[in-house]
């Protein structure tokens, strides 16, 4: 057998595990967000008054349409505002809700929780290799040319 054969189900397994975890944390404590939802309000959060559409869309590797649509769901829960950046009338800017930043604040306690189990019995050096591979495998996997 090949050692390469099968990772791609790991990987997948894995990061079903992750969501079920996060959604069920999520449902047992009223937290009205899907996954989708909680990546885009995140990186709004991190990036703060410099926050595009274009950016949120670019650097959680989804295309523009799902980010859209996510983004809109967002914006009818009273999470995020949309408007135009004044210097750039093509591009748009998110900017959190008071009641956005209230949910961020009520989130962050779950997530730190589960960030740290997620690495339980796993040393530093050990997580930067699983960094280390998983960045590779992205290279290698971008510059794939569908040559044999």
Same mark, same amino acid.
């Given at each position: 057998?090949?050692?390469?054969?099968? $990772?791609?189900?790991?990987?997948?397994?894995?990061?079903?595990?992750?969501?079920?975890?996060?959604?069920?944390? $999520?449902?047992?404590?009223?937290?009205?967000?899907? @996954?989708?939802?909680?990546? @885009?309000?995140?990186?709004?959060?991190?990036?703060?008054?410099?926050?595009?559409?274009?950016?949120?869309?670019?650097?959680?590797?989804?295309?523009?349409?799902?980010?859209?649509?996510?983004?809109?769901?967002?914006?009818?829960?009273?999470?995020?505002?949309?408007?135009? $950046?004044?210097?750039?009338?093509?591009?748009?800017?998110?900017?959190?809700?008071?009641?956005?930043?209230?949910?961020?604040?009520?989130?962050?306690?779950?997530?730190?929780?589960?960030?740290?189990?997620?690495?339980?019995? @796993?040393?530093?050096?050990?997580?930067?290799?699983?960094?280390?591979?998983?960045?590779?495998?992205?290279?290698? $996997?971008?510059?794939?040319?569908?040559?044999?």
């Amino acid at each position: 057998m090949d050692r390469t054969e099968g $990772f791609g189900v790991y990987i997948d397994r894995t990061l079903k595990k992750v969501q079920s975890t996060f959604l069920q944390v $999520f449902a047992e404590n009223n937290i009205d967000l899907t @996954i989708e939802q909680w990546v @885009i309000l995140q990186r709004v959060h991190l990036e703060g008054k410099d926050a595009s559409q274009a950016d949120i869309a670019k650097s959680n590797f989804r295309n523009r349409a799902t980010t859209s649509r996510v983004i809109s769901g967002l914006c009818k829960k009273g999470l995020l505002r949309k408007s135009r $950046f004044r210097d750039d009338q093509k591009r748009f800017k998110l900017v959190m809700t008071e009641e956005g930043t209230n949910l961020m604040k009520e989130v962050m306690p779950f997530i730190k929780d589960l960030r740290k189990a997620s690495t339980l019995g @796993i040393t530093e050096e050990e997580f930067e290799i699983f960094y280390k591979v998983l960045d590779q495998l992205w290279e290698n $996997f971008d510059q794939y040319d569908s040559r044999s």
